[in-house]
């Protein structure tokens, strides 16, 4: 009797310490989750990132530029630059979105100047959250889909030169393919640069990269992270957003990329349905591939969008 008394106090304590654990895991995953989708700024101190402003100018780097807002609400709204192209007759507009944690000023203006080398219009737009675009949170590419289906609508509506090129940087990257996807967005062509496959392997390997246990970390994460924001982060998949593009695509990606294997990127690449090309950076990882090989970049750009009508 008296074992069978000590084995039932062991499997209490044990249940006990398990649900203590598995509160204290869904705590630091929703606190998390939290910190990592929003952004605080001085006057607006909140758990999160700091806020990614527009520090620097177009005009920093020679290029004239108008101040565009897009509205969506009374008091929501995407701000844009919109530069005119060094041709007098542009070959087409681009529409830049950064990546998550940057804004038009620190992720789109490198590459601007390339496509307004090469003759084209650019837009440059903030999602909401970051810049000077209103709202303070980040879904990782998630709304920020519909973010796209506004600033290529505001494109269409004010006859925009085509033909119109989507133009994304990693979260950017899924923004548009989810965007083409569930938001019926039509683009004349695609340019993919850094894609990430799938929210939660996104997530792990950001927890690998921190010495922090994927599981069950990683799937709590994506949990609360969709609870907080009213959206399945379980099926955030860029690699099945993929199969619904039928506009010529250029993925271009970094061999060393530390977040994204070359394995997600080909399950990407594989299941673009229309007219694509991949262009691997061979010494680069997750940074802006425009910065660490100018001229690959650039090439491989010119060379896709010359098929482009």
């Known amino acids: ?4 008394k000590i084995g039932r106090i062991y499997r209490k304590r044990l249940f006990q310490f398990a649900v203590v654990v598995f509160l204290i895991l869904n705590v630091l995953s929703y606190v998390g989750a939290y910190a990592l989708t929003h952004y605080s700024t001085p006057s607006h101190r909140v758990l999160g990132l700091p806020r990614p402003t527009s520090s620097k100018l177009p005009t920093d780097i020679g290029l004239r530029y108008v101040t565009q807002r897009i509205p969506i609400r009374k008091t929501e709204w995407l701000e844009t630059w919109f530069i005119s192209a060094q041709n007098s ?11 998550n944690g940057g804004s038009k000023a620190k992720q789109l203006l490198a590459p ?8 084209y219009d650019t837009l440059l737009v903030d999602f909401q959250g970051v810049g000077g675009s209103s709202g303070n949170r980040t ?4 709304w920020e889909a519909k973010d796209v289906a506004l600033a290529v609508s505001y494109a269409q509506r004010s006859n925009f030169k085509r033909p119109l090129v ?3 940087v990693s979260m950017g990257s899924a923004a548009i393919l989810k965007a083409v996807a ?3 967005v039509k683009p004349d062509a695609v340019i993919l640069e850094l894609p990430f496959a799938r929210l939660l392997d996104a997530v792990r390997s950001r927890l690998r990269a921190v010495r ?10 994506v949990f609360w992270g969709s609870i907080q924001h009213r959206f399945n982060g379980f099926a955030h998949n860029p690699v099945q957003y993929a199969s619904f593009v039928q506009s010529p695509t250029l993925i271009l990606h970094g061999k060393l990329d530390k977040w994204t294997t070359l394995a997600e990127i080909d399950q990407i690449f594989q299941n673009l349905r229309g007219s694509k090309q991949l262009v691997i950076f061979p010494n680069v990882g997750h940074g802006l591939l425009v910065t660490a090989d100018k001229k690959l970049w650039r090439q491989s750009v010119d060379n896709f969008l010359e098929r482009v009508k």
Not at 1 to 4: D, N, T, Y
Not at 139 to 142: N, R
Not at 212 to 221: D, G, I, K, Q, R
Request: aromatic share 10%; proline share 9%; glycine share 14%.
């Open 112 to 119: 601007t100047q390339v496509f307004h080398n090469l003759g």
């Open 212 to 221: 922090v246990p994927t599981f069950p970390m990683a799937e709590l994460m």
């Open 182 to 184: 569930q938001e019926k």
């Open 89 to 99: 007759v542009p070959r087409g507009t681009v529409l830049l979105f950064p990546g």
């Open 139 to 142: 879904t990782i590419g998630a």
């Open 1 to 4: 009797m008296k074992g069978v």
């Open 166 to 168: 989507l133009y994304g």
